[in-house]
């Protein structure tokens, strides 16, 4: 798998699944620092982390990532799942 999106020629976003079953997600953003990464699985048979931990779903909390790279350890699944990233190129978005 290889997603890569450039928005307004300003931020680039790659997610891409490694050899290892990690997703790893790299956010750079051009003339400012990059902004919030937030992760959530949209469907599909539920994600596991290799903690043990459940990927969120659209109806919890996502993952919040700051900076540049993440890598999230994801365990083995044998059924596909569709996991959205979401970039705020301003900062960390407000929690309700």
């Not at 890569?4 to 956010?27: E, F, I, P, W, Y």
């Not at 400012?32 to 290799?50: K, M, W």
Request: cysteine-free; hydrophobic content about 40%; glycine content about 10%.
């Amino acid at each position: 798998m290889r997603v890569g999106a450039q928005v307004v020629a300003s931020m680039r976003l790659l997610a891409s699944a490694t050899a290892g079953g990690k997703l790893a997600v790299d956010v750079r953003a051009f003339g400012s620092q990059p902004g919030a990464v937030l992760v959530h699985q949209r469907s599909g048979q539920p994600l596991q982390l290799r903690n043990g931990a459940r990927l969120p779903s659209e109806t919890d909390s996502p993952l919040l990532f700051t900076g540049g790279k993440a890598e999230l350890q994801l365990r083995r699944s044998s059924a596909p799942a569709e996991v959205v990233v979401t970039v705020f190129s301003d900062g960390v978005p407000p929690r309700s």
